[in-house]
T-cell receptor, first 113, second 117 residues
Framework: AQSVSQHNHHVILSEAASLELGCNYS??????LFWYVQYPGQHLQLLLK??????LVKGIKGFEAEFIKSKFSFNLRKPSVQWSDTAEYFC???????????FGAGTTVTVRA | GAGVSQSPSNKVTEKGKDVELRCDPI?????LYWYRQSLGQGLEFLIY????????KSGLPSDRFSAERTGGSVSTLTIQRTQQEDSAVYLC???????????????FGPGTRLTVL
């Protein structure tokens, strides 16, 4: 079974600052990788996903993530955050032959205006 | 419907009571999933349905937990004799299908916040 660890529990930053959230997983085989976001009072929604191909994946709202297989990592980045990026961010992994997602504990991001 | 819906949005119950949580998946989605999010923890997989059958119940934490799905649509998660450690947000998700080489995105509902006093 996969396990997913997110390095930061809570990140606080100012608007226009750059954001990077760490995610590492433990699984030796091929994986699908995801970042989900939950804005205050809203549903969990998909930010971006990686299945194969270019390890640099671009998602919605200016987010991107890079899959580094040798480091078992899938870090999320945004060059310049906005107040509206305040949310909880979850990294998730699944085996392509499986269906269930394994989630990290989440990182709360607070962007100060 | 437009998205996954869940009811109730909040449920407060007394220890020892039974509760039922409902999930309406996106129309046409054959796969349905239940997850649980406890305070300060990530989402924990509970059970998965493909159609009306549940090939994987491995995530259910105890035999007090059960789930069913009827008509390939609505699903109910039942917790019997609730305990305080059952307090959590219960999330439902659905996808067009499951597994295979092409991942089908799981769309999540708003969740049911369960509080056991």
């Amino acid at each position: 079974a996969q396990s997913v660890s997110q390095h930061n529990h809570h990140v606080i930053l100012s608007e226009a600052a750059s954001l990077e959230l760490g995610c590492n997983y433990s699984y030796g085989g091929t994986v699908n990788l995801f970042w989900y976001v939950q804005y205050p009072g809203q549903h969990l929604q998909l930010l971006l996903k990686y299945f194969s191909g270019d390890p640099l994946v671009k998602g919605i709202k200016g987010f991107e993530a890079e899959f580094i297989k040798s480091k078992f990592s899938f870090n999320l980045r945004k060059p310049s955050v906005q107040w509206s990026d305040t949310a909880e961010y979850f990294c998730a992994v699944n085996d392509p032959n499986d269906y269930k997602l394994s989630f990290g504990a989440g990182t709360t991001v607070t962007v100060r205006a | 419907g437009a998205g996954v819906s869940q009811s109730p949005s909040n449920k407060v119950t007394e220890k020892g009571k039974d509760v039922e949580l409902r999930c309406d998946p996106i129309s046409g989605h054959t796969a349905l999933y239940w997850y649980r999010q406890s305070l300060g923890q990530g989402l924990e997989f509970l059970i998965y349905f493909q159609g009306n059958s549940a090939p994987d119940k491995s995530g259910l934490p105890s035999d007090r937990f059960s789930a069913e799905r009827t008509g390939g649509s609505v699903s109910t998660l039942t917790i019997q004799r609730t305990q305080q450690e059952d307090s959590a947000v219960y999330l439902c998700a659905s996808s067009r299908t499951s597994g295979g080489s092409s991942y089908n995105e799981q769309f999540f509902g708003p969740g049911t916040r369960l509080t056991v006093l």
